[in-house]
T-cell receptor
Framework: AQTVTQSQPEMSVQEAETVTLSCTYD???????LFWYKQPPSRQMILVIRQEAYKQQNATENRFSVNFQKAAKSFSLKISDSQLGDAAMYFCAYRSVNYGGSQGNLIFGKGTKLSVKP | KAGVTQTPRYLIKTRGQQVTLSCSPISGHRSVSWYQQTPGQGLQFLFEYFSETQRNKGNFPGRFSGRQFSNSRSEMNVSTLELGDSALYLC??????????????FGPGTRLTVT
């Protein structure tokens, strides 16, 4: 069974600085998807970024980028120029690739609570 | 385009009762998944529906059930509520179909409190 581990329960960053959130996962599959979701205090889960395992290039979305190390099964999220609105719980998630069948459920890590100091 | 909506947003029930939660996916989305979020267990997958059929199920007791209607709206039901069922229940929708590259978009959740 696949597992996702986020080893940092809490992180703090100064506004305008850069922070990296860690995520490792365990799987025997060669093809899969990885995601970072953000859950602000309002509780609406928002997709931040996704990475397909078959792509070597790291995904980027504006100030958010990932460092995907497939061999090491590592998938960290870097937030540049941190803003007060970035304060939230961040969840790393894994999903298998299934063809013609189930979408495959998301397997989540426990989350990292990010605080942004003004 | 409207996002995923869930009703009700808050619910208080008594142990032993049953409860029904509703989820309306994004227009055009045919897959609906349900997740339970608790401080202790984190986010756990309950089940997924596509075209009115349950395609995937998590490791939850039979007290947890769901269904999907022809308009893709989904409901989940929990019977004989226990204190441990207190949680935030999240619904997520995606386009669905044979290609599983589609992201899941989450609703705001229903906060269920069992007393």
């Amino acid at each position: 069974a696949q597992t996702v581990t986020q080893s940092q329960p809490e992180m703090s960053v100064q506004e305008a600085e850069t922070v990296t959130l860690s995520c490792t996962y365990d799987t025997s599959e060669s093809d899969y998807y990885l995601f970072w979701y953000k859950q602000p205090p309002s509780r609406q889960m928002i997709l931040v970024i996704r990475q397909e395992a078959y792509k070597q290039q790291n995904a980027t979305e504006n100030r958010f980028s990932v460092n995907f190390q497939k061999a090491a099964k590592s998938f960290s999220l870097k937030i540049s120029d941190s803003q007060l609105g970035d304060a939230a719980m961040y969840f790393c998630a894994y999903r298998s690739v299934n063809y013609g069948g189930s979408q495959g459920n998301l397997i989540f890590g426990k989350g990292t609570k990010l605080s942004v100091k003004p | 385009k409207a996002g995923v909506t869930q009703t009700p947003r808050y619910l208080i029930k008594t142990r032993g009762q049953q409860v029904t939660l509703s989820c309306s996916p994004i227009s055009g989305h045919r897959s609906v998944s349900w997740y339970q979020q608790t401080p202790g267990q984190g986010l756990q997958f309950l089940f997924e529906y596509f075209s009115e059929t349950q395609r995937n199920k998590g490791n939850f007791p039979g007290r947890f059930s769901g269904r999907q209607f022809s308009n893709s709206r989904s409901e989940m039901n929990v019977s004989t509520l226990e204190l441990g069922d207190s949680a935030l229940y999240l619904c997520a929708s995606s386009l669905g179909g044979p290609i599983t590259s589609y992201e899941q978009y989450f609703g705001p959740g229903t906060r269920l409190t069992v007393t």
